[in-house]
């Protein structure tokens, strides 16, 4: 199953825009790429997903490059509720969820 | 709407006792149903999934099992607890294809 990278930690200031990178360099025609993000000892919500066009909802956008081997999750302007392990993950298109991989993801740290 | 409830929220036993984690979804029909494992500091880890009644796939051989006795409600069972049992147990479900995960509050687990 395609893997995706991600930095372990980033700091933003509120009120700040954020851009969370992936690399998933391996990735097939038809996986789409999901964000989900997990608050302090809660389960993981969905946050964004696209396939290859850039995507916008009232969480987040996300932008997905030409090539399809990298993605930016961006929150416009970071709040302290933002603070939270942000998780990309690939998913085929005709797939269920079971083949998910759910790594470490990227905790973001939110600066008041 | 859609809500998925799991229960308890915190549980602590001992080696040896039983365990089960139950799992219900509300607002929906013939969803596919996941249980998943978070040890501490670490990824999601999934456990097993079902894709309709009576139909269980595990991922992963440990001292866990799943039954899925109605449409709606996924328990998560164990004989004999070992330490290494202990973790975040997160429920979801997903709809139609390629719809997102949805995940519960999860139970934290705790085998002393």
């Known amino acids: 199953d395609a893997k995706t990278t991600q930095p372990n930690s980033m700091e933003s200031n509120e009120e700040e825009p954020v851009h969370l990178p992936c690399n998933h360099s391996t990735i097939s025609g038809t996986d789409y790429i999901h964000w989900y993000r997990q608050l302090p000892s809660q389960g993981p919500e969905y946050v964004i997903h696209g396939l290859t066009s850039n995507v916008n909802n009232r969480m987040a956008s996300l932008a997905i490059a030409e090539d399809r081997k990298s993605s930016t999750l961006i929150l416009h302007r970071a709040t302290l509720r933002d603070a939270a392990v942000y998780y990309c993950i690939l998913r085929d298109h005709f797939g269920g969820a079971n083949n998910l991989f759910f790594g470490t993801g990227t905790r973001l740290t939110v600066i008041p | 709407s859609q809500t998925i409830h799991q229960w308890p929220a915190t549980l602590v036993q001992p080696v040896g006792s039983p365990l089960s984690l139950e799992c219900t979804v509300e607002g929906t029909s013939n969803p596919n149903l996941y249980w998943y494992r978070q040890a501490a500091g670490r990824g999601l880890q999934l456990l097993f999934y079902?894709?309709?009644?009576?139909?269980i796939s595990s991922e992963v051989p440990q001292n866990l099992s799943a039954s899925r006795p109605q449409d709606r409600q996924f328990i998560l069972s164990s004989k004999k607890l070992l330490l290494s049992d202990s973790g975040f147990y997160l429920c979801a479900w997903m709809g139609r294809e390629n719809s997102p995960l949805h995940f519960g509050n999860g139970t934290r687990l705790t085998v002393t």
């Open positions: 079902s894709v309709g009644i009576g139909q």
